[in-house]
């Protein structure tokens, strides 16, 4: 078992005062349906890693994409981190008593899919086998490390749906994590210290298949 490390605490610290964009800021007024991600970190053969999973094609939301253990959460969880943990355990298997939880980021909200989301924190201190166990949802989970995001030759600039607006992507373990998954690895690479140079020309974009042809996701 492995305790948690000074480097993720103050992660954890820094992370409570991360600048929120304003397209991912809460609604004023409130609104929106309360959901929580599980971010956790765990310590790999090649330092440290995060936890990620690739949704499976064809599904009504972020369809494809890279994210996040987590969801919606519900009347019975007690609180985000309950539900993070609990959305964890089903959709890849893991074990929540291995888990120890460190702190949260601000609330973000998803504009396309109406969710405020809590992103928690967690440290993974006793690793277990994890595979994706809600197969409706889950093509894939994948311990990605930190360095490997961090890496300037993995690292794109990514355009949602053909529009305007370019945001971070990160090209690892066979996948292209973009959208909001992406903005949060950019900060938290940027807090952790972990941000190396790179140069912002690979330009990506994102489209998903229909069975009318490929659409831009957005």
Known sequence: ??????????????????TVPPQMR?????????SAVLILFGEGVAGPDVLLIQRNDG??????????????????????????????????????????????LPELYLKFSDFRVAPV?????DPCEVRP?????VAAVSRVPVADLADPD?????????????????????????????AIVDNLLTLGGWELPWRREGLTDVFEATPQGPRPVG
């Not at 809460?26 to 309360?34: D, I, M, Q, S, W």
């Open 133 to 137: 166990t809600d197969t409706a949802e």
């Open 59 to 104: 599904l009504r939301r972020h369809s494809g994409q890279p994210a996040f253990p987590g969801g919606r959460i519900e009347p019975s969880d007690p609180s985000p981190e309950a539900a993070a943990l609990r959305e964890a355990e089903e959709e890849t298997g893991l074990v929540p008593a291995g888990v120890d939880l460190v702190g949260r």
């Open 154 to 182: 993995n690292r794109v600039m990514v355009r949602y749906g053909g529009g305007p607006q370019w945001g971070p992507g990160f090209r690892v373990d066979g996948m292209l994590v973009w959208g909001f998954t992406g």
């Open 121 to 125: 924190l967690g440290w993974w201190r």
């Open 26 to 34: 809460p609604p004023a007024g409130g609104g929106g349906r309360e």
């Open 1 to 18: 078992m492995n305790p948690t490390p000074l480097w993720l605490a103050a992660l954890a610290d820094s992370a409570q005062t991360m």
